[in-house]
Structure formats: structure tokens, C-alpha cells
């Protein structure tokens, strides 16, 4: 069973920096995509960004430019580095974990919180 563990958030000022990372274990998929979203109290959850094994990596027009994100294959882990914060980007973001497989799983992370004040 996969897990995701995230960490990394919490309460910044507007223009602030964070860094969430998420770690995913138990899982044997070598070729996979990871990505992070965001839920904003309600709204839907939205992609932020994704990122697949080769590096290759893709991200929502609201984030481009401001949000990063990185893997480390040989720790199975994702980053998001998320510079100039602005209060919109407040929101629970989740860690999703899509090994390629058939037929598709799909896992998740217990979510971690961002919150940016003005």
C-alpha cells in the first residue's frame, strides 16, 4: 500500500516563500507522476502541478512563475517551492501519487495547509 506523507506548510505573509515536500513509501512503481493540488474552503481541488519521472513537470497558469516543483527519485519524494505567496493561494494541498499501471491507481496524501494573509 502506498503512503504519502506531507509537510511543509502553514501561515506566511503575502510575497513569503514555503517549501512543502511529500514522500511517498511502500511503493515498488519505478515510473509514475506525482503531483500536488489545492483545495480552497468551497472550491473544487485544482492541479497546481505535476511532475513525472523523467522531470518533466507542468503547471497551472495561476502558479506559473511563483510555484516550483522538484523530484528526487531515490527518495521518492516531491517538492513544491512556492515564492511571491499571494492570499489566493491559501488552500489544503494534497501530495497525488499516479504509478503507471493498468488498471490506474491513484493515492493520496492527508493534506497540509497553506494559509498567506494580506
Known amino acids: 500500500q502506498v503512503q504519502l506523507v506531507e509537510s511543509g506548510g502553514g501561515l506566511v505573509q503575502a510575497g513569503g516563500s514555503l517549501r512543502l515536500s511529500c514522500a511517498a513509501s511502500g511503493s515498488s512503481f519505478s515510473r509514475n507522476v506525482m503531483a500536488w493540488y489545492r483545495q480552497a474552503p468551497g472550491k473544487q481541488r485544482k492541479l497546481v502541478a505535476s511532475i513525472i519521472t523523467s522531470g518533466t513537470s507542468a503547471y497551472a497558469d495561476s502558479v506559473k512563475g511563483r510555484f516550483t516543483i522538484s523530484r528526487d527519485n531515490a527518495k521518492n519524494t516531491i517538492y513544491l517551492q512556492m515564492n511571491s505567496l499571494k492570499p489566493e493561494d491559501t488552500a489544503v494541498y494534497y501530495c497525488?501519487?499516479?504509478?503507471?499501471?493498468?488498471?490506474?491507481?491513484?493515492?493520496w496524501g492527508q493534506g497540509t495547509q497553506v494559509t498567506v494573509s494580506s
Open positions: 497525488n501519487f499516479v504509478p503507471i499501471t493498468i488498471p490506474r491507481q491513484e493515492y
